[in-house]
């Protein structure tokens, strides 16, 4: 009886150690978990706060773009509303005044150095928020597609106007005769009709592209910590 007694204490303190190490790890494996949430979420506040910057720069930007791309459109109609009465000396200033500001050379190129890291490095998990991670993943998709409506416009620029204006205006004196021709010339004013049809298109898909949205709700919840 003596050693059953003996060996049913001996059982107890094995199980009670075997509790204790259970129980040791258990508290181990809690104190890591909440070790590597707490540098989870520090990381994830340091990953917004840099989304938040170069989300809100490039809100900047594009509505810096969107007034230049309004103004060139406006800039494209003076001129054609003007042409046909060139001889007169009030449309002739409008034309002056307005038509360098026709071709100006707007593109919208955003930073997506943050964007990119937390794709490519899936640290975009870290993230909480369902629908900042939405907008982050479909940025690129949204920022293409508007992309493709610049590029038609820039197109236009590099292989009709410049060489036009080199071979029959002057860049170097608004006010050169030469340019002056240049808006009786159909060829030129075809260019400038075109210019307004992909600005005009460029400005709908501003709105229609959701990019203004997207870049709007980046910097909103980029920006709740």
């Known amino acids: ?75 494209c109609r003076v001129v054609l509303r003007n042409v046909d009465t060139m001889e007169e000396k009030a449309s002739l200033d409008s034309i002056m005044r307005y038509g360098p500001g ?16 937390l794709l490519s490095t899936g640290e ?15 940025w690129r998709d949204v920022l293409k597609d508007f992309k493709e409506e610049e590029d038609n416009s820039r197109t236009l620029w590099k292989n009709q106007v410049e060489p036009f204006i080199i071979t029959h205006g002057d860049f170097t004196d608004p006010s050169n005769p030469k340019n002056i021709a240049l808006c009786k010339d159909l060829r030129f004013l075809n260019m400038i009709a075109r210019r307004r049809f992909y600005i005009t298109t460029i400005l ?13 709700e980046m910097v909103r919840l980029s920006g709740v910590q």
């Open 124 to 138: 975009i998990q870290l993230i909480r928020n369902d629908s900042l991670r939405n907008y982050i993943i479909t």
């Open 204 to 216: 709908n898909a501003m709105e229609e592209e959701s990019i203004e949205q997207n870049l709007k």
């Open 102 to 117: 026709m071709f100006r050379g707007i593109t919208f190129d955003p930073s997506n150095g943050v964007v990119a890291s």
């Open 1 to 75: 009886m003596l050693s059953k007694n003996k060996f049913n204490r001996y059982v107890l303190y094995a199980l009670g150690e075997i509790v204790l190490v259970v129980i040791g790890i258990l508290i181990a494996i809690q104190i890591n978990g909440w070790n590597e949430e707490r540098k989870n979420r520090s990381k994830e506040r340091a990953l917004l706060a840099e989304l938040h910057k170069e989300s809100k720069e490039n809100l900047k930007q594009f509505e810096e773009n969107k007034q230049a791309y309004l103004q060139s459109l406006n800039a």
